[in-house]
T-cell receptor
Framework: GAVVSQHPSRVICKSGTSVKIECRSLDFQATTMFWYRQFPKKSLMLMAT?????????EQGVEKDKFLINHASLTLSTLTVTSAHPEDSSFYIC??????????????FGPGTRLTVL | AQSVTQLGSHVSVSEGALVLLRCNYS??????LFWYVQYPNQGLQLLLKYTTGATLVKGINGFEAEFKKSETSFHLTKPSAHMSDAAEYFC???????????????FGAGTRLAVHP
């Protein structure tokens, strides 16, 4: 149980286009989802926290108009990188935490999405 | 504020040798502590976690970690390394949420474990 999927796993796009990444909790309801960014050989940097049905809370330095997050349902959150540029190339990872696992304080991670902007 | 320091960005051990990955944390409130493993181009897999109770925590794949409050440490160990243990390991800290929500994880910089024959 507690499986989180991401789609796509890899995406290559041209500079200036927008890319949407989906994060789904497959077997539990995710009341909270987190989006991370990971640079090569670096740690994970939290970008934003989203709770179902409300606006995402962005970390300092993360442009909310650049990285649009929508958490419209208890099983789906999306991250849209708008007007992507080569410096947005990175590995994006989502995690989910659910109401049924509130006492575990555990986040379940997706497999990540590799974004390459040409 | 919370923070995590992982001592040693690279650790190399022989197959069968003891694995010790160091993690120290800073937290003004009782911490929740986690160790995750990441294989290339994959997400994170939870190895083990400490929330409350017993300070020696056993996880998957033969790993264990001990929470030492006096030393603010949560080092990860495994008695005998296997080739398949080669990966990136992240220590993370969070805190109890009294609002019923989820507090964010603060990750260390990571330690790359290499296992050689």
């Amino acid at each position: 149980g507690a499986v989180v999927s991401q789609h796509p796993s890899r995406v290559i796009c041209k500079s200036g286009t927008s890319v949407k990444i989906e994060c789904r909790s497959l077997d539990f309801q995710a009341t909270t989802m987190f989006w991370y960014r990971q640079f090569p050989k670096k740690s994970l940097m939290l970008m934003a926290t989203s709770n179902e049905g409300s606006k995402a809370t962005y970390e300092q330095g993360v442009e909310k108009d650049k990285f649009l997050i929508n958490h419209a349902s208890l099983t789906l959150s999306t991250l849209t990188v708008t007007s992507a540029h080569p410096e947005d190339s990175s590995f994006y990872i989502c995690s989910a935490a659910g109401s049924g696992r509130a006492r575990s304080n555990e986040q379940f991670f997706g497999p990540g999405t590799r974004l390459t902007v040409l | 504020a919370q923070s995590v320091t992982q001592l040693g960005s690279h650790v190399s051990v022989s197959e069968g040798a003891l694995v010790l990955l160091r993690c120290n944390y800073s937290s003004s409130v009782p911490p929740y502590l986690f160790w995750y493993v990441q294989y290339p181009n994959q997400g994170l897999q939870l190895l083990l976690k400490y929330t409350t109770g017993a300070t020696l925590v056993k996880g998957i794949n033969g790993f264990e970690a001990e929470f030492k409050k006096s030393e603010t440490s949560f080092h990860l160990t495994k008695p005998s390394a296997h080739m398949s243990d080669a990966a990136e390991y992240f220590c993370a800290v969070s805190s109890r949420s009294f609002s019923g929500g989820y507090n964010k994880l603060i990750f260390g910089a990571g330690t790359r474990l290499a296992v050689h024959p």
